[in-house]
């Protein structure tokens, strides 16, 4: 039991560390954060993110976080940039270079090089004289007062403060080419969180799988509609073709033993009005939550004119996963 006691102290030690890291940080962060975000809007490349060792793991988490927010980046490994990968810098890019200490043998042997190609250069380092600090267009301070590590040598502290600054830097650019929803589901097609991000219009059935018909047509014309549609209802409209009401099998039912004619009759008169819609743009997982909450098995979408354009359907979201 002592033991894991000591593991548990450990643990809230290495956390409490690197939230002091972080606090640092944030105390320290000045006008030279609103320089570098200005200096790579301006910029008409890409933003090239490097690093050795830990720090270079860090650095291909804040390229990729990047690039999935909208602003092009790649990954540029200082060694393998001066054995020829060197040439995947251009004149138009802005660099991210991160180390600690700022005198890291692979980068300095670079900083000159990209100088040189002409690209601008951010660092990311805990030492503001460095010689990466001399070469650098911008310096952010990841200075930490110590690392997690009980020896003060493994990058644990250092390398949480340059990640939260990557971290900042990508929403601050986000915010400022106004990075919506829709433009974080077209960088996210796969998977669980691209599907969580698929709009109503996606997913919708439409064209021939669709039955709509007019309040005044009798509603033998109706059933023949949902029919071919193979639905479970028909959205109902008005002559300008708004959408006024929804006719389902249960109408139907619910109405057929005391309307023996029903067929015959004009479907306005038994369908049901003002019936849960959702707009095309919505997202799907907005449409799921009312089918879950409200039983229903399909739900009719209209656009923003509240003219129907599909349905959707519970086998179809479920399909989806």
């Known amino acids: 039991m002592k033991e894991k006691m000591s593991f548990l102290k450990t643990a809230r030690n290495v956390i409490r560390t690197e939230i002091d ?15 570098a975000i200005s200096l790579i809007l301006s910029s ?7 690093g050795m060792g830990k720090p270079g793991l860090i ?3 804040i390229s990729a976080t990047l690039a999935s927010l909208g602003t092009p980046s790649l990954f540029l490994h200082p060694a393998e940039a001066i054995h020829g990968d060197l040439g995947m810098v251009l004149r138009e890019d802005t660099v991210i270079a991160i180390s600690n200490s ?10 000159p090089l990209i100088k040189k190609i002409g690209a601008k250069l951010i660092a990311i380092t805990g030492n503001k004289k460095s010689t990466l600090a001399k070469y650098s267009d911008v310096v952010l301070d990841a200075g930490v007062s110590k690392e997690a590590c009980p020896m003060n040598l493994a990058p644990t502290a250092s390398t949480t403060a340059a990640l939260a600054l990557g971290d900042a830097i990508a929403i601050a650019l986000l915010k400022a080419k106004d990075f919506n929803v829709e433009d974080y589901a077209f960088y996210h097609p796969g998977g669980m969180l691209g599907r969580q991000l698929l709009k109503v219009k996606d997913i919708m059935r ?12 009798p509603i033998k014309n109706v059933l023949l509609k949902i029919t071919k549609a193979r639905a479970g209802c028909a959205s109902i409209v008005n002559a300008r073709g708004k959408m006024v009401g929804l006719f389902t099998d249960g109408d139907l039912r619910k109405n057929i033993e005391k309307t023996p004619d029903i067929i015959n009759r004009q479907v306005k008169l038994f369908m049901t009005r003002k019936p849960t819609v959702i707009y095309e743009d919505k997202l799907a997982m907005e449409a799921l939550r009312i089918i879950k909450e409200r039983k229903f098995d399909e739900i009719p979408v209209v656009n923003k004119s509240g003219k129907p354009v599909g349905l959707i359907d519970e086998k179809d979201l479920l399909g989806i996963g």
Do not use: C, W, Y
């Not at 439409?206 to 047509?217: I, Y």
């Open 21 to 35: 890291a972080l606090a640092l940080v944030h105390k320290k962060i000045d006008k030279d954060f609103d320089r």
């Open 44 to 50: 008409n490349g890409r933003v090239i993110v490097t």
């Open 59 to 61: 650095g291909r988490k």
């Open 102 to 111: 700022g005198e890291s043998e692979e980068i300095i042997k670079l900083v």
């Open 206 to 217: 439409t064209g021939p799988k669709l039955a709509v018909a007019r309040e005044d047509e």
